[in-house]
């Protein structure tokens, strides 16, 4: 008995447990059905506040929008911002999920007064050119949780989780301010400003200055610049 004992020990002991797989995951990400899709999967998931991204898998930063995320943040320009600040790692990935729940343009929301298809083209092109930052698109949560999973089998050294908010210069602070403006994107931003040569000035010109530069959209920002909170 002793023997059989003796030898079951010590094959238990021989026996090698797998590495668990490990991401470090944004605390803001745990409401989302990724987080136990990854837990299920057996994901060591680190959760904690990042500045920059959702997940941080090996050496790579991951930004996650589903469908609906994605088109509302490209509209009020919170994703620019945001793949800016993405690039201070070397390896990305934008990851667009639920394509398979929502689609991610149509021409027959566009007809309902949604976003033109072409825009979300040009978009997705600009992700890909003028930020470097490939895209992948999931089905769902859960599909969204196996490519992270292939992605954390990757043999890469970890990324520095030592990043943060792009600090913006002056020029680019008044621009920021006048982006968040309806209908205002950065062109019109830099003729504003090219204009007026402060915000103080843009804010203090009368409605019909503005509708020189802004045509009908000077109306919807002085509501807003006159407007009590």
Do not use: C, W
């Not at 506040?49 to 509209?75: C, G, H, P, Q, W």
């Not at 945001?82 to 201070?88: A, G, R, V």
């Not at 729940?101 to 949604?114: C, F, M, W």
């Amino acid at each position: 008995m002793k023997q059989i004992f003796d030898i079951f020990s010590r094959s238990k002991q021989s026996e090698k447990k797998e590495p668990s797989l490990k991401v470090v995951m944004d605390y803001r990400e745990k409401n989302s059905l990724v987080y136990p899709s990854l837990v299920n999967i057996g994901f060591d998931v680190k959760i904690q506040e990042l500045k920059v991204a959702d997940y941080i898998v090996n050496d790579v930063a991951i930004e996650r929008k589903t469908v609906s995320d994605f088109l509302a943040s490209m509209i009020n320009k919170h994703l620019t911002k945001q793949l800016e600040e993405l690039k201070q790692y070397k390896n990305r990935l934008l990851i667009v999920e639920g394509i398979d729940e929502q689609e991610l343009y149509s021409e027959a929301r566009h007809l309902d007064g949604g976003m033109h298809p072409n825009s979300v083209r040009g978009f997705l092109i600009s992700v890909v050119l003028k930020y470097k930052t490939p895209i992948i698109f999931t089905k769902n949560s859960e599909d969204t949780a196996k490519f992270i999973s292939v992605l954390a089998k990757r043999k890469e050294k970890e990324a520095s989780l030592n990043v943060s908010k792009k600090n913006l210069d002056r020029k680019e602070r008044m621009q920021f301010i006048l982006e968040s403006f309806p209908s205002i994107g950065p062109k019109t931003a830099k003729k504003l400003l090219e204009h007026f040569k402060s915000l103080k000035a843009i804010f203090n010109a009368p409605q019909e200055e503005l509708e020189s530069i802004l045509g009908s959209k000077a109306t919807t920002m002085k509501k807003i610049i006159d407007g009590e909170y």
